[in-house]
């Protein structure tokens, strides 16, 4: 059974710095390209970070130059290192795995980040 788990959130103040972790379990860490996906309160859900299973990453535009996605297949984790944090990064942040074009795709639970001062 394929588990994902997100630690590292919590409230920080504006300019600050968090990083996420995603603990995966159950699957062949390696062979998943790994995303951080996030909803504010009645937005969609939206990709943030991506890294394949090859090390190229893609980010949405508002956090290019701020947050920095990576992976580590040896602990099983993905990370997102996320600096300058603004107001308008307030959201859940969710941990997620696929590969063949998302037909295999598992998410973590979501982990608060609150972004106030």
């Known amino acids: 059974q394929v588990q994902l788990v997100e630690s590292g959130g919590g409230l920080v103040q504006p300019g600050g710095s968090l990083r996420l972790s995603c603990a995966a379990s159950?699957?062949?860490?390696?062979?998943?390209?790994m995303g951080w996906y996030r909803q504010a309160p009645g937005k969609q859900r939206e990709m943030v970070a991506q890294?394949?299973?090859?090390?190229?990453?893609n980010y949405t535009a508002s956090v290019k130059g701020r947050f920095t996605i990576s992976r580590d297949n040896g602990k099983n984790t993905v990370y997102l290192q996320m600096n300058s944090l603004e107001h308008e990064d307030t959201a859940v942040y969710y941990c997620?795995?696929?590969?063949?074009?998302?037909?295999?795709?598992?998410w973590g639970q979501g982990t608060q980040i609150t972004v106030s001062s």
């Open positions: 997620n795995a696929n590969r063949l074009s998302f037909v295999y795709n598992y």
């Open positions: 890294i394949t299973i090859g090390g190229s990453t």
């Open positions: 159950g699957m062949v860490f390696s062979m998943y390209d």
